[in-house]
């Protein structure tokens, strides 16, 4: 792939070590301010280096780098797909229907931070240009390849307005997110909440706390007793969730050693030993709320380790918000608000394309009313009328 000066070339790595850290990085998260975790060369690389993501498990990478007199101005993370799991934007459906009308969906490219439902950027490039050549490049990417279609998933929304321009469909998702606006601590947070839902939350994090000690452990405090305890609260949680575990023993290794300065485990201890925890990642202006488990069932302590905690830590530490993963209305109840999430497609047929546009405008009509309806439900006191 080049354009007509040979000046610009987009090829395609099979793995994420053929690029140096060091470019990637500067690529991906050129601020420190807006730093994300899940698209930096040391998450993408545990993840193959684990073998969580990997050919065998559906996931070949084949990461598309720009390339101008020799200098990668723009990548994207970038994979061949064999099935639609641990992508969080669930095109099953579209998938089904191609097959009835005696089409191929599967392998399909996708764009995206595995197994991660986080919104951040997709397209890494230099410049805005640099941008919309990849988008580019990813549409003939997909053309050269004979796959059906391309999928980036969990964009911003200036990798969003790029892949329109190049004919992506946009199709919108929602989260639950909660807002730091300007609190003092936690108490301060409450007060904003009306007062049966104020007494709610706190009524939670009493009885969750009964008979445990809840602790928030970074670094070098996460010692390889707690990754072995986490590890099994993981695998519980994803055999209940997707059947089996998504990520390796020794992704959780790596990570530890690459990324433990942006790791927060908190865990719930009974007698000294762990039985629950929830694993987040600490972005430059937000913290990730990512895996979940436990071995014991505690009343409210989801909620305590999960959300409450994450809440208090993001104004502790003055971060903007907290982004809980994917699903879960109950979060509303405890002051996260419903958000708009995008993800753009490339469809390469053009009939079957078109029905995906139409589908997609209705579905975005009733994403769009479902966020503000659950608006009206969120804890906050509410302005006289």
């Known amino acids: 792939m080049a354009d007509g000066a040979d000046r610009i070339v987009g090829r395609t790595l099979s793995s994420i070590s053929e690029i140096d850290a060091n470019v990637w990085n500067a690529l991906a998260n050129p601020s420190p301010e807006t730093y994300n975790p899940f698209v930096s060369h040391e998450f993408l690389s545990a993840l193959e280096a684990s073998k969580s ?81 990849l988008a580019g490049l990813l549409r003939e990417a997909t053309a050269q390849t004979g796959m059906s279609s391309a999928h980036v998933n969990f964009v911003t929304e200036e990798d969003k307005t790029v892949l329109e321009a190049a004919g992506f469909l946009p199709r919108m998702g929602e989260q639950y997110h909660w807002f730091n606006r300007g609190y003092e601590s936690f108490e301060d947070f409450l007060s904003e909440l009306a007062s049966r839902k104020r007494k709610q939350v706190r009524r939670e994090r009493r009885d969750a706390a009964e008979g445990v000690l809840i602790k928030r452990l970074r670094g070098a405090e996460i010692t390889e007793r707690y990754w072995d305890a986490f590890w099994l609260f993981y695998q519980d949680t994803g055999a209940r969730k997707w059947g089996h575990p998504y990520l390796t023993r020794t992704f959780f290794r790596l990570i530890a050693q690459s990324m433990s300065e942006r790791i927060l485990l908190i865990v719930a201890e009974r007698n000294r030993e762990p039985v629950a925890g929830a694993l987040n990642f600490i972005g430059g202006d937000a913290l990730y709320g990512r895996y979940w488990g436990c071995t014991e069932d505690v009343p409210f302590l989801h909620f305590e380790l999960c959300y409450h905690q994450a809440v208090e830590f993001a104004i502790e530490h003055k971060l903007a918000r907290v982004e809980a993963g994917a699903q879960g209305q109950h979060k509303i109840a405890r002051g996260y608000e419903p958000v708009a999430t995008w993800s753009a497609h490339w469809i390469e047929n053009d009939s079957f394309r078109d029905a995906i546009a139409r589908y997609l405008i209705s579905e975005r009509d009733e994403t769009s009313m479902e966020i503000d309806a659950l608006k009206e439900y969120t804890p906050f006191r509410k302005a006289p009328r």
């Open 53 to 133: 993501v990997a050919p065998e498990a559906g996931w070949a990478p084949m990461h598309l780098v720009v390339e101008e007199a020799g200098e990668i101005i723009a990548a994207a993370p970038l994979y061949a797909k064999g099935h639609s799991q641990g992508e969080y934007v669930f095109d099953h459906h579209w998938a089904d229907a191609l097959h009835r009308a005696g089409g191929r969906y599967y392998p399909k490219l996708l764009s995206a931070a595995p197994f991660t439902p986080v919104p951040g950027p997709r397209l890494l490039a230099k410049t805005p240009a640099a941008r919309a050549t």
